[in-house]
């Protein structure tokens, strides 16, 4: 096992008295016990038990050298991992700078040697993944001087696809990375990955090293992201992402979608290497991202679904503008006029697709989404049929079209997968309360542990206690809160017993409702 204190240089981050500025980086008087980080095949060893040494030793054969910079590498991957935790002192209860000062698998934690334990614990397999990541920087590198802020800035892996470099923060406040006056980027890249694990490690460092929460899937065919931070970090990471070499000449400045949040939207950060970046269900190799439909500009597919509302008015369209999400999503925000699936997930839209085969026919077909994504592999899954005469999509999604048509023709809110759940561009409310039928679009969670579905209940019905998704929730969560808690698991409700997993449209129904909204 590997014993690693945490640096005088990070620690001096982490040291404040009162109320001071967090970002001010002070020497501590007397140095933190070192903390047992546990990492690979031993992370199941009682801490503070060494691993046998033998043949089989990581360390075997390794020169003085070598090990000075596999030290060095756990030390800063360590420090970077608890430091990306750390709770902003604005967050923290008022006076006196009470209150948790880390988070971490939604845990809080007040106390230093708390999280350190919770890190060489658990996150073994993180931390070894970074500290591998740092390792590959060039041997006559070493370890990086004392008093620089982060010993990867300036150094790069040897791969020549993958650049493992994280940005120089030294001339950077903590309050500049930690801001809550932030946003919130979408962005999407498809390419050829060799190596997903490698780009992923990377993507954990980066967004720890710039205090951003989120999501960011990695696959050998692209990486698809969301993240939350401060101003200065997000455009940090932007910066990055474009100096990066893998995306060279594919990933643009404008690919990245933006809106007023922060890193306080997420939960946490969660980066991985999964099958396909957007989870459709077919294997990237049978439909590939390469196969999609052909990309319009806001402007032109404004003007496209100008000329087919006008055309569906008289009866005469033969078109179909098919939303591409899930049917929370364009419950409470959609273009005039469209399609939109009663499916739950996407990965039921190939059998949507599968189902109403005969709907396309012949067909035009302007597909949208969010942020453009789904409509990549779900036009090429729809091109696959064969079917449609023509298959075009929004380049940008939603997002990029409301930029520059907000009071266009999509009315309602832009559903968002975050903790705000909706951003908004125009003053339409197009849905209602689940419960007593006034307008209202913001959702919040179903009060049932046992369902935990977005339900549409407005202030006044939630004061009543209506506060779940239906009656069959509704009473399993007062039998609930009636007794002890204990752990509960995920079941069905009325919600998603009656919806059909895949719809079936009528044709004659479809296109005399066409054009109506």
């Known amino acids: 096992m590997v014993r690693a204190p945490v640096s005088e ?53 390794e020169t003085a050298a070598t090990r000075k910079q596999r030290a060095w590498a756990r030390r800063k991957a360590f420090s970077l991992f608890v430091k990306g935790k750390e ?38 397999g993180d931390i070894g993944q970074q500290a591998g990541l740092a390792a590959e920087v060039s041997p006559s590198s070493g370890p990086a001087p004392a008093g620089n802020g982060d010993g990867l800035n300036g150094h790069s892996c040897s791969s020549p696809e993958i650049s493992c470099t994280l940005p120089d923060t030294s001339h950077l406040s903590y309050e500049d990375l930690t801001s809550k006056v932030g946003e919130v980027l979408l962005y999407y890249c498809y390419c050829e990955v060799k190596d997903p694990e490698k780009l992923c490690a990377w993507q954990k460092a980066l967004c720890q090293h710039l205090h951003l929460t989120g999501k960011v899937r990695v696959a050998s065919e692209g990486i698809n992201g969301t993240v939350g931070g401060s101003k200065v970090a997000t455009s940090l990471y932007i910066e990055v992402m474009l100096s990066q070499p893998l995306f060279k000449d594919i990933l643009g400045k404008e690919d990245f979608k933006s809106s007023a949040g922060g890193a306080h939207c997420f939960p946490d950060l969660r980066v991985g290497v999964f099958k396909e970046i957007v989870p459709m269900g077919i294997d990237p190799k049978i439909v590939s991202y390469k196969e999609n439909g052909i990309h319009l500009s806001p402007q032109e597919f404004h003007r496209e679904v100008e000329q087919y509302l006008s055309q569906a008015s008289q009866g005469q369209s033969d078109t179909i503008l098919l939303d591409c999400r899930n049917f929370y999503e364009s419950k409470i925000g959609h273009f005039q006029g469209c399609l939109a699936p009663d499916i739950r997930k996407f990965s039921y839209f190939p059998s949507y697709v599968d189902e109403n085969l005969e709907l396309f026919k012949d067909k035009r077909v302007l597909m949208y989404c969010t942020g453009g994504i789904r409509c990549e592999r779900g036009s090429a899954y729809l091109r696959s049929k064969a079917v449609c005469r023509e298959v075009y999509q929004l380049k940008g999604g939603i997002h990029k079209y409301l930029e520059e048509f ?34 209202w679009d913001q959702y919040k969670l179903c009060s049932s542990q046992h369902c935990r579905q977005l339900v549409l209940t407005c202030p006044s019905c939630r004061n009543k206690g209506l506060t779940a998704c239906c009656p069959v929730c509704q009473e399993k969560e007062l039998k609930v809160t009636s007794r002890a808690s204990g752990q509960t698991v995920k079941e069905e409700c009325e919600c998603t017993r009656r919806r059909p997993r895949v719809p079936i449209e009528h044709v004659s129904q479809r296109t005399l409702d066409a054009g109506k909204d």
């Open 87 to 124: 709770v902003p002192a604005a967050g923290r209860c008022a006076g006196g700078g009470g209150g948790p000062r880390w988070r971490c698998c939604r845990q809080a934690f007040e106390e230093l040697a708390g999280i350190h334990r919770h890190v060489a614990l658990q996150h073994g």
């Open 406 to 439: 907000p009071d266009g023709f999509y009315r309602g809110k832009l559903f968002v997968f975050d903790d705000r759940y909706a951003i908004c561009s125009n003053e339409d409310i197009i849905s209602a309360c689940r419960y007593c039928g006034t307008l």
């Open 9 to 61: 240089d990070f620690r001096g981050q982490l040291g404040r008295a009162g109320g001071k500025a967090a970002a001010r980086k002070r020497k501590l008087p007397s140095r933190f016990p070192a903390v047992s980080l546990v990492m690979g095949p031993e992370a199941e060893m009682v801490p503070g038990e060494a691993p046998p040494p033998g043949p089989g030793s990581p360390l075997e054969g």
